[in-house]
Antibody, heavy 120, light 109 residues
Framework: EVQLVESGGGLVQPGGSLRLSCAAS????????MNWVRQAPGKGLEWVSY????????YYADSVKGRFTISRDNAKNSLYLQMNSLRAEDTAVYYC?????????????WGQGTLVTVSS | EIVMTQSPATLSVSPGERATLSCRAS??????LAWYQQKPGQAPRLLIY???TRATGIPARFSGSGSGTEFTLTISSLQSEDFAVYYC???????????FGQGTKLEIK
């Protein structure tokens, strides 16, 4: 069974940092592209960042470029999101999501999410 | 950037009836369109990809159609568990970003 389990969320002050993790199991993690998607309270879905299966190709949404860093450790079956210079508007549930089809396509499995709250 | 627009924002339908949800892209995305269902407190779940292919385990009452800029998700006979928020997502304009519609809330009439 495919499982994605996020962790690392919490309350952080504006300007602070946080590192999210996503532990993958039930599939060959190193073969799949991965993403982070977020959802502000009561709002819709916003794609945040993408990483290829090898980690060699990375993309970011303009809203987080220069502040967030996506990475992965295929030996540990884990995906990460380092979030720096956090702002109130970064408050959201952060989901990790697996790309299910061909290159750069839809998301077939999602984790349950971890809540990040940026507030003083 | 491709903008995805869903309509209506809220749809009220009775159980057993048909629901039709729309998604429009600001430019052609070919058939690179997915639909997701999200219930309160849960992660999104993939329903449809490639505009019309049901994901694994999705009931046949869910169907998708369209190509280019106009897409439709149809639920043929609504069950109680179908009342949720539905999002469309394009994955054609890539890179630099995926884009989601703002969602349609399907509520019980």
């Amino acid at each position: 069974e495919v499982q994605l389990v996020e962790s690392g969320g919490g309350l952080v002050q504006p300007g602070g940092s946080l590192r999210l993790s996503c532990a993958a199991s039930g599939f060959t993690f190193s073969s799949y592209e991965m993403n982070w998607v977020r959802q502000a309270p009561g709002k819709g879905l916003e794609w945040v960042s993408y990483i290829s299966s090898s980690g060699s190709t990375i993309y970011y949404a303009d809203s987080v470029k220069g502040r967030f860093t996506i990475s992965r450790d295929n030996a540990k079956n884990s995906l990460y999101l380092q979030m720096n210079s956090l702002r109130a508007e970064d408050t959201a549930v952060y989901y990790c999501a697996r790309v299910g089809g061909e290159l750069l396509s839809y998301f077939d499995y999602w984790g349950q999410g971890t809540l990040v709250t940026v507030s003083s | 950037e491709i903008v995805m627009t869903q309509s209506p924002a809220t749809l009220s339908v009775s159980p057993g009836e048909r629901a039709t949800l729309s998604c429009r892209a600001s430019q052609s995305v070919s058939s690179n369109l997915a639909w997701y269902q999200q219930k309160p407190g849960q992660a999104p779940r993939l329903l449809i990809y490639g505009a019309s292919t049901r994901a694994t385990g999705i009931p046949a009452r869910f169907s998708g159609s369209g190509s280019g800029t106009e897409f439709t998700l149809t639920i043929s006979s609504l069950q109680s568990e179908d009342f949720a928020v539905y999002y469309c997502q394009q994955y054609n304009n890539w890179p630099p970003s995926y884009s989601f519609g703002q969602g349609t809330k399907l509520e019980i009439k």
